[in-house]
């Protein structure tokens, strides 16, 4: 994850893909992949892996992470919300990592 922070998305999504191929496809890897495929301009990919993050019952937070990429922040919010509803120590932990802000209201929404 410290390659996608740092703006490093093509070697961050290598890093990703051999974990998948070490670990399997798990959410935790998954969100932070699909965002950095979303922030590399990889939406279609992106948009993939949220769905299959989703519909595997993951953590929201995982697919929260790649919806904010995305820029759909309402699903972001959705999920962060449902995530917030039923607290873990992995969703607890997953939103300290400052990818956040993309859900933040942008100036023009605000009251």
């Known amino acids: 994850m410290s390659l996608t922070l740092k703006g490093n998305f093509t070697a961050s999504i290598g890093e ?10 798990d959410g935790w890897i998954l969100g932070p992949m699909g965002y950095a495929l979303a922030r590399a301009g990889r ?3 992106a ?3 949220a769905r ?5 019952g993951g953590s929201p937070v995982s697919f929260a992470y790649v919806y904010a990429a995305l820029g759909d922040k309402p699903r972001a919010l959705d999920a962060l919300e449902r995530a917030y509803a039923q607290p873990s120590w992995t969703s607890t932990s997953l939103l300290r990592i400052p990818c956040w802000p ?3 209201p942008s100036p023009a929404s605000s009251p």
């Open 52 to 56: 299959e993050i989703e519909s595997a």
């Open 43 to 45: 939406k279609a990919e």
């Open 47 to 49: 948009a993939n892996i």
């Open 16 to 25: 990703f893909q051999q974990a998948i191929q070490a670990l399997g496809r």
């Open 102 to 104: 993309a859900c933040a």
